[in-house]
Nanobody
Framework: QAQLVESGGDLVQPGGSLRLSCAVS????????WTWYRQVSGNERGMVAT???????DYTDSVKGRFTISRDNAKSTVYLQMNSLKPEDTAVYYC????????WGQGTRVTVSS
């Protein structure tokens, strides 16, 4: 059973940047693709960015050109660099693998507000 620990969320002004981290244990990290999701209160989690085992990235349209997903197999960690943040990026951010783990981490809260 994988353990997922997200971190790096904060309160930031519009136009600012944050780097989220997801540390993974209990799973063979390098064997999986990994995805960042976000959830606004009362809504379902939505995919933000995915990175394949080989490092190919894909993004939801609303973050293309602003967010960058990356992975460090040696550290079993997946990152999300978020630039040019907008108020609509405010959410709790989670990571999970493909196929998904049954259990989720606690998430990390990102608030974009002036």
């Amino acid at each position: 059973q994988a353990q997922l620990v997200e971190s790096g969320g904060d309160l930031v002004q519009p136009g600012g940047s944050l780097r989220l981290s997801c540390a993974v244990s209990g799973s063979i990290f390098r064997n999986y693709a990994w995805t960042w999701y976000r959830q606004v209160s009362g809504n379902e989690r939505g995919m933000v960015a995915t990175i394949t085992r080989g490092g190919k990235a894909d993004y939801t349209d609303s973050v293309k050109g602003r967010f960058t997903i990356s992975r460090d197999n040696a550290k079993s960690t997946v990152y999300l660099q978020m630039n040019s943040l907008k108020p609509e990026d405010t959410a709790v951010y989670y990571c999970n693998r493909i196929p998904q783990c049954n259990s989720w981490g606690q998430g990390t809260r990102v608030t974009v507000s002036s």
